[in-house]
């Protein structure tokens, strides 16, 4: 069946470090793929999204590129916040049958020090 | 706000009970999905309700069952409560209009915390 993998965390950096957070995934055809971000106590929010390969997305400075290839979709930013201190999951959605449910990985804790 | 309503927060239960999460999707929306994150198990798809009918199943047990209602208003019951049920239930709905893709962006609501003792 269809799986995400992430890279185990906390991940800790000092504010302006650079990011990269990595997740690689499994499953037939052609998935989409999706960051999502969760602060503390509140639910999921999307961050960004890529619908085939080569697509990059982005959004608040961070970018991903579907990397078919390498079946990969790490998320990336050149200089993180204190404010973006969460829970990044990496998510896969294929339609099938009209199932779209999303497929999580299991999550990497960020943490930002000023 | 991601327009998805969640109630209640917040719910504190014995072992054996029953208990309701309700959901309102945001408006116009007519698909609903739940999900559940718990420690040892992540986050996961339990199932998933389009205009009023069952669409689609993920890791859901036999004791636990949803509805979905005519003003697409969903909710998630869940009986025979276990220590293991203690979990965040989050429900997300998306336009779902029956498009080939599957990029639909699914919108979440806060959860609500069950606390099984």
């Known amino acids: 069946g269809d799986s995400v993998t992430q890279m185990e965390g906390p991940v800790t950096l000092s504010e302006e470090a650079f990011l990269t957070i990595n997740c690689t995934y499994t499953?037939?055809?052609?998935?989409?793929l999706f960051w999502y971000v969760q602060y503390p106590g509140e639910g999921l929010q999307l961050l960004l999204k890529?619908?085939?390969?080569?697509d990059k997305g982005s959004n608040k400075g961070f970018e991903a590129t579907y990397r078919k290839e390498t079946t990969s979709f790490h998320l990336e930013k050149g200089s993180v916040q204190v404010s973006d201190s969460a829970v990044y999951f990496c998510a896969l959605s294929r339609s099938v049958t009209g199932r779209r449910a999303l497929t999580f990985g299991s999550g990497t804790r960020l943490q930002v020090q000023p | 706000d991601s327009g998805v309503t969640q109630t209640p927060k917040h719910l504190i239960t014995a072992t054996g009970q029953r208990v309701t999460l309700r959901c309102s999707p945001r408006?116009?929306?007519?698909?609903v999905y739940w999900y559940q994150q718990s420690l040892d198990q992540g986050l996961q798809f339990l199932i998933q309700y389009y205009n009023g009918e069952e669409r689609a199943k993920g890791n859901i047990l036999e004791r636990f069952s949803a509805q979905q209602f005519p003003d697409l208003h969903s909710e998630l019951n869940l009986s025979s409560l276990e220590l293991g049920d203690s979990a965040l239930y989050f429900c997300?709905?998306?336009?779902?209009?029956?498009?080939?893709?599957?990029?639909?962006?699914?919108?979440f609501g806060p959860g609500t915390r069950l606390t099984v003792l």
């Open positions: 499953a037939t055809g052609y998935p989409s």
């Open positions: 408006s116009g929306d007519l698909s």
């Open positions: 997300a709905s998306t336009t779902g209009q029956g498009l080939p893709s599957s990029y639909n962006e699914q919108f």
């Open positions: 890529a619908t085939k390969a080569d």
